[in-house]
């Protein structure tokens, strides 16, 4: 499967951007999001589960980011709100077969990542 991450870009800190990831095919996959920032390693951010009712997110983004779904349109979003300059990094949409979850060695597939960054 084919993963196609878009929407990032440059925003205020305090505003809202939403990510977008497109999955090729018709199976539906357990997604997640995961950032890396310059410098740091790779971390969790958001997972759904297949049928979008499970959710999951980092303490970090709680309350702050949504993730969500459209199976019709085999697409993931994260919406992010209240966007700090700490947000800032490469956001990577993920997949996998089975269930859902915050580990990135448990998914199968990896988009390419789209850039989001956050100006004080």
């Known amino acids: 499967v084919q993963l196609q991450a878009s929407g990032g870009g440059l925003v205020q800190a305090g505003g809202s951007l939403r990510v977008s990831c497109a999955a090729s095919g018709r199976t539906i996959y357990g997604m997640g999001w995961f950032r890396q920032a310059p410098g740091k390693e790779r971390e969790f951010v958001a997972a759904?589960?297949?049928?979008?009712?499970?959710?999951s997110y980092a303490d970090s983004v709680k309350g702050r980011f949504t993730i969500s779904r459209d199976n019709d349109k085999n697409t993931v979003y994260l919406q992010m709100s209240s966007l700090k300059p700490e947000d800032t990094a490469v956001y990577y949409c993920?997949?996998?077969?089975w269930g859902t979850g915050q580990i990135s060695d448990e998914y199968d597939y990896w988009g390419q990542g789209t850039e989001v960054t956050v100006s004080s």
């Open positions: 993920a997949a996998r077969r």
């Open positions: 759904i589960s297949s049928s979008g009712i499970r959710t």
